[in-house]
């Protein structure tokens, strides 16, 4: 959801911290606590605290109001779309992650266009927040990136990253979670085997496919430049990557999917085709949205920690906000692997 924004221009009179501190119902102490991001006041005086200054117009004096990380009080989040529900679960724990500590969240989507990615990165830089959570970054292009770095607004950088821009950075081993998944479809016997993975200018969605190509070419099995597609990051991409596949002479037994989105588009192109799953063709995920693992779906996923993902990156956006450095932290979450019935493992030992 948006965040407010209030612009000093305008305002009729400069409010006070005293005033803040009164129409608070706390100390003028508590209220020097909460703006200079000292301990000792709760979390929730903070909020309250935070929401009044915010409501009466409240700006601190001295050569650093504008950029004091305790003020406007937004973060912005920078998502590929809204549709898959990786990312629409990432900014809900992230808004509930931000709310906990009194900030809001500017709430942006790209549709992976590099355009919009920096336009986006442009306007929110110049509405001045306190920092940035982007989940849509580009390998190859880091405009975005140097917006911010250059405006001085701190970022992390979720589930992607650039390559050529170091930063914050939150994800899972993509490399290990892709092998996985191979080594488990492998494990079926199934050799003619498909890989399907979101764009290539996404560092997560590269590094799931190469894994997914060498580990199966380490036991044996090609995966052949036809059957080696980069679709769009939702269903539609899915259903599109499998007219291609199952449209040919000699479909594929297995396609492997590097999101719960596309391996969802595959299947519901293979059922329209009358196909059975995983009878005729076994499909995987990667992911693990709820919504993918339920009994009605059934897929076979590895699952990333969704809340301990947003939850970090904001954690780390905040330990920038409040104690600006130069060095930078990677945090890998672990990941795990799901069972369930679209691969061909029996619903009795799905776990």
Not at 24 to 33: I, L
Not at 255 to 269: F, K, P, R, T, Y
Request: net charge neutral; glycine share 8%; hydrophobic share 40%.
């Amino acid at each position: 959801m948006p965040g407010s924004i209030h612009e000093a221009e305008g305002r009729p009179a400069r409010v006070s911290a005293a005033a803040v501190a009164r129409a608070s119902g706390v100390s003028p102490a508590s209220v020097s606590y909460v703006m200079n991001g000292r301990p000792g006041v709760s979390d929730e005086t903070r909020r309250h605290v935070v929401q009044v200054a915010n409501e009466l117009g409240f700006r601190p004096s001295g050569k650093n109001a504008g950029r004091d990380p305790l003020l406007t009080r937004v973060v912005g989040l920078i998502l590929p779309n809204i549709v898959n529900q990786m990312y629409t679960g990432w900014a809900q724990h992230i808004i509930s992650a931000t709310a906990a500590k009194g900030f809001e969240v500017f709430v942006a989507t790209t549709q992976d266009d590099p355009e919009a990615l920096a336009q986006v990165a442009g306007t929110l830089a110049a509405r001045n927040v306190d920092g940035v959570i982007i989940a849509a970054a580009l390998r190859e292009d880091s405009r975005a990136l140097r917006t911010l770095r250059h405006n001085r607004i701190p970022y992390v950088c979720l589930s992607r990253r650039s390559d050529h821009l170091p930063g914050d950075f939150v994800g899972i081993d993509d490399d290990a979670a892709a092998t996985e998944l191979m080594r488990h479809v492998l494990d079926h016997g199934y050799r003619d085997i498909a890989t399907v993975i979101g764009p290539r200018f996404s560092t997560a969605s590269l590094a799931r496919e190469q894994a997914f190509v060498r580990t199966a070419q380490a036991a044996g099995v090609t995966v052949t430049g036809a059957w080696k597609v980069s679709t769009r990051l939702n269903a539609d991409g899915g259903r599109i990557a499998a007219e291609q596949l199952l449209g040919s002479d000699h479909p594929p037994r297995a396609i492997v999917c590097g999101s719960d989105e596309i391996a969802i588009g595959v299947m519901e192109h293979a059922l329209s085709l009358g196909l059975r799953i995983p009878e005729d063709i076994a499909v995987v995920g990667s992911d693990g949205t709820p919504h993918s693992r339920s009994r009605l779906i059934g897929l076979t996923t590895i699952v990333q920690p969704v809340k301990e993902m947003a939850e970090r990156s904001f954690a780390l956006l905040l330990d920038q906000i409040t104690h600006p450095r130069t060095t930078f932290t990677h945090s890998v979450c672990e990941h795990r692997l799901h069972l369930g019935r679209t691969c061909g493992c029996q619903p009795d030992t799905a776990v």
